[in-house]
């Protein structure tokens, strides 16, 4: 761990500071920043036949439209900015840990939570909006008989705390597992590996130093990136999968839950 540990990267001196800004609140705000870029350029001329950048935000947004047709109901409509917003910045976070010397916001267990956390918070705040607190607890006891209701609430409390926990590693373990993946390989390509060995004078480390050089630059670029990719996107689909079901049983209430 200690080979991929560096100096933080942003610096602020003052009393009320630790002297720095973790890294991964720099790399949270960079990804802001490109969202933010992002959405200007887009709608800065608005067009009826969309073109660039526009166009692939129209896109994002009809397709998170329909999934959200899909999963809740025409009823979920008002929550497409929790859900498209939450989407592109962990995809965004995803895909900036591809960047060499970079990881993203996603590798870093607080980043996680803290969007398990929104998830968690606001499906129950939407549940208990929608139908009341009373009726929303009791739909935690479930069809039993009124002997087993108290185990079930219990139960049904300990499932539903495990949802931010579940959000929370699926998605952290995923980013930052690749990223020491890619942070090794570059480490044993490096000055300290075999292109060391390559630049170390010796015929036979020329020949097996470069030769093993090629070899994991074209394993990088075949399989680990591509692999890295689907990743990225694939951990984004599934958080915004599982944040969609849990508000539809929240809005929907009793039915949906048992069903």
């Not at 080979?3 to 009393?15: A, Y």
């Not at 739909?139 to 300990?158: A, D, N, Q, R, S």
């Not at 630059?217 to 990743?231: C, D, E, M």
Request: net charge neutral; hydrophobic share 55%; proline share 6%.
């Amino acid at each position: 761990m200690e080979i991929i540990e560096h100096p933080p990267i942003v610096r602020l001196p003052g009393i009320f500071w630790p002297g720095y800004v973790p890294d991964h609140v720099t790399y949270t705000w960079l990804v802001m920043i490109v969202l933010t870029a992002l959405a200007f350029v887009a709608s800065r001329r608005l067009e009826l036949v969309p073109r660039g950048v526009q166009n692939v935000l129209e896109v994002v947004l009809v397709q998170c439209e329909q999934l959200i047709d899909e999963v809740i109901g025409p009823q979920g409509r008002p929550y497409l900015p929790l859900i498209a917003t939450l989407g592109l910045f962990i995809l965004c976070g995803n895909l900036l840990g591809l960047v060499p010397g970079l990881a993203g916001p996603t590798a870093n267990l607080n980043t996680t939570a803290a969007c398990a956390l929104v998830v968690f918070c606001t499906y129950h705040y939407i549940g208990i909006r929608k139908h009341g607190l009373i009726a929303y607890l009791k739909h935690f006891t479930g069809p039993v008989p009124l002997l087993l209701k108290p185990l079930m609430f219990v139960i049904e409390m300990f499932t539903h705390l495990a949802r931010p926990l579940s959000l929370t590693v699926r998605l952290f373990g995923n980013m930052f597992g690749g990223h020491i993946l890619l942070a090794m390989m570059f480490f044993l390509m490096g000055l300290d590996g075999l292109l060391g060995w390559a630049l170390s004078g010796s015929v036979a480390g020329a020949v097996l130093g470069s030769v093993g050089a090629v070899m994991i630059v074209a394993f990088n670029i075949v399989l680990i990136y591509p692999l890295k990719i689907l990743v990225a996107f694939l951990q984004a689909f599934i958080f915004v999968l599982l944040t969609m079901v849990y508000i539809a049983g929240a809005v929907e209430g009793h039915e949906a839950h048992h069903h």
